[in-house]
């Protein structure tokens, strides 16, 4: 370090005519220590052994992580369980306890398949109702209209009977 | 250190639980905030661990990380409380670095040796310096010179004016210049390669 010497040679003198106070070899040697403070966050002690230690805590650091995933799972499938069976629970309780507005949907829908068979019901028995008589009376007609024809048959005569084949 | 791009999309990585992007983030953080940490408090293994602690407790919470800041900055930060933690809990020691660097004394060949006497005396110098310094100041100058960290982002972190960051870190420069020259000020030659 032949500059670095005949530049100290030549800092003697100037810290001489300065004082101690303002030496130019501390301020020098204030740099280098600067330098060397910039060098420590860069330098390695090992590349290796940095990487060895890296992946070592990195693997404790993950050996945590199912701690801390599985809460949060649990909840999870709590918040579905609840989600799930919270109809079937409010359908479950009396009527009087759930409020007057709220209208379960099993009990809308079936008020709504009530009306319908309801509705239904109504049009079969009006059905019925016009059904009725026909069904009745073609039974009940059939009977004396055919003895009616019997009856006829007996008082009509052999000649008006058979007068048309007669003609031809 | 990683590019704000790499740091984002390595940070998504780590935060599905990929080891490979958790490791990354490690390897690229460690020694800088070891460094950090040790100019702050002196002891190495005390810096190692509570470097360890920082990372756990960052990679932890990676959820909660704001994207819009750097991810070293939040690192930094939570190794620095976690350093004046244990300064709260613990009372100070004695320094057991000089004892720990004799015990490491062992017979070494003459250019080793004297290599290590220069890092010894280096390593002298640096503590000199940074010793004559006051809470803020070190911490400023160990941002600035060490990390290389700029202006703004020291004086964001710190909460204070830019202004006032500039102020400390002229006030340190000269007071560790004092201390240097009060400590005999060995040639430079004999210090530093």
């Known amino acids: 370090?032949?500059?670095?010497?005949?530049?100290?040679?030549?800092?003697?003198?100037?810290?001489?005519?300065?004082?101690?106070?303002?030496?130019?070899?501390?301020?020098?040697?204030?740099?280098?220590?600067?330098?060397?403070?910039?060098?420590?966050?860069?330098?390695?002690?090992?590349?290796?052994?940095?990487?060895?230690?890296?992946?070592?805590?990195?693997?404790?650091?993950?050996?945590?992580?199912?701690?801390?995933?599985?809460?949060?799972?649990?909840?999870?499938?709590?918040?579905?369980?609840?989600?799930?069976?919270?109809?079937?629970?409010?359908?479950?309780?009396?009527?009087?306890?759930?409020?007057?507005?709220?209208?379960?949907?099993?009990?809308?829908?079936?008020?709504?398949?009530?009306?319908?068979?309801?509705?239904?019901?109504d049009g079969i028995e009006a059905?019925?109702?016009?059904?009725?008589?026909?069904?009745?009376?073609?039974?009940?007609?059939?009977?004396?209209?055919?003895?009616?024809?019997?009856?006829e048959s007996s008082e009509v005569s052999l000649e008006a009977a058979t007068a048309p084949f007669r003609q031809s | 250190m990683l590019d704000p791009k790499t740091e984002r999309q390595t940070i998504q990585r780590a935060r599905r639980g990929d080891r490979e992007a958790i490791a990354e983030l490690i390897r690229a953080y460690q020694r800088p905030l070891e460094s950090f940490l040790f100019r702050l408090c002196g002891k190495s293994e005390l810096a190692e661990d509570i470097a360890q602690e920082a990372f756990v407790r960052v990679i932890k919470s990676l959820d909660r990380f704001d994207e819009r800041f750097r991810f070293s900055t939040w690192l930094f930060t939570i190794g620095?409380?976690?350093?004046?933690?244990?300064?709260?809990?613990?009372?100070?020691?004695?320094?057991?670095?000089?004892?720990?660097?004799?015990?490491?004394?062992?017979?070494?060949?003459?250019?080793q040796l004297e290599q290590h006497e220069r890092s010894e005396k280096m390593g002298h110098m640096i503590r000199v310096a940074l010793d004559s310094l006051v809470s803020p100041q070190r911490e400023i100058v160990l941002l600035f010179h060490q990390q290389g960290w700029p202006v703004d982002r020291i004086a964001t972190e710190l909460s204070m004016p830019e202004g006032t960051v500039k102020s400390h870190l002229f006030r340190a420069r000269r007071r560790m210049l004092e201390a240097i020259e009060l400590s005999g000020t060995p040639n430079p030659s004999e210090v530093f390669q």
């Open chain 1, 1 to 121: 370090m032949s500059h670095s010497d005949d530049f100290d040679a030549g800092d003697r003198d100037g810290a001489e005519r300065r004082g101690p106070n303002a030496s130019v070899r501390a301020q020098r040697l204030l740099v280098r220590v600067l330098l060397a403070l910039r060098g420590e966050s860069r330098r390695t002690s090992g590349p290796a052994r940095d990487a060895r230690r890296a992946e070592l805590l990195a693997d404790r650091i993950l050996a945590d992580f199912p701690r801390r995933v599985l809460p949060i799972g649990l909840a999870a499938v709590a918040i579905v369980v609840f989600a799930c069976s919270f109809p079937l629970v409010r359908d479950a309780l009396p009527a009087a306890h759930l409020g007057a507005q709220s209208t379960p949907v099993a009990t809308a829908l079936e008020s709504g398949l009530r009306t319908q068979g309801e509705a239904m019901s």
């Open chain 2, 80 to 111: 620095k409380r976690l350093l004046v933690n244990y300064h709260q809990k613990m009372k100070p020691s004695a320094d057991s670095e000089m004892v720990e660097s004799r015990a490491n004394d062992v017979r070494r060949p003459e250019h």
């Open chain 1, 127 to 151: 059905l019925r109702a016009i059904m009725t008589p026909f069904a009745g009376g073609a039974s009940s007609a059939a009977a004396p209209g055919a003895e009616t024809a019997i009856d």
